[in-house]
């Protein structure tokens, strides 16, 4: 069944110019981009995007990261999206994250790690409501022959 899930490319991919391959990763999978945006994360917002971790000593650190420059939010959508991204992206933590995995490749600190996905269907839901707005978001058909 297809689903969709939210996910973000961190300042740290726009600074090192990985926007690009990170993104034909999930592509070459065969994911659909339904939506798609350069930003800039306001504190309010990166606050509410983090509100389950406003008790943990590293919130402030998360705030902090998500909003010192733009970021790139997508939508993708595919068959259990959630739980393929996720794999895709890797462990959170770079040192358990395996090479092949987005963050086992691309990612050295857990403070500046470069990608976030939702970690549920539920979570997806709240996320895409947070940073698009439904007429962002474009479910078009890909079986469309492109004449050549």
């Not at 991919?13 to 690009?20: A, E, K, M, T």
């Amino acid at each position: 069944m297809s689903t969709r899930c939210f996910s973000m490319l961190k300042p740290g991919v726009l600074n090192r110019r990985l926007v690009g391959e990170v993104l034909s990763r999930f592509e070459k999978k065969g994911l659909k981009i339904v939506g798609l945006k350069l930003m800039q994360i306001t504190p309010e917002l990166a606050q509410k995007h983090y509100a389950e971790h406003k008790e943990k000593p590293f919130f402030g650190e998360l705030v902090s990261y998500i909003t010192s420059g733009p970021v790139v939010a997508f939508v993708l959508q595919g068959d259990d999206c959630v739980t393929l991204v996720r794999k895709m992206c890797g462990a959170t933590k770079p040192s358990e994250a395996n090479p092949g995995t987005i963050r086992g490749d691309y990612c050295m600190h857990t403070n500046y790690n470069i990608v976030h996905a939702s970690d549920s269907d539920e979570s997806a839901e709240r996320e895409i409501k947070l940073f698009f707005k439904p007429e962002e978001l474009f479910d078009w058909d890909d079986t469309t022959p492109i004449p050549f």
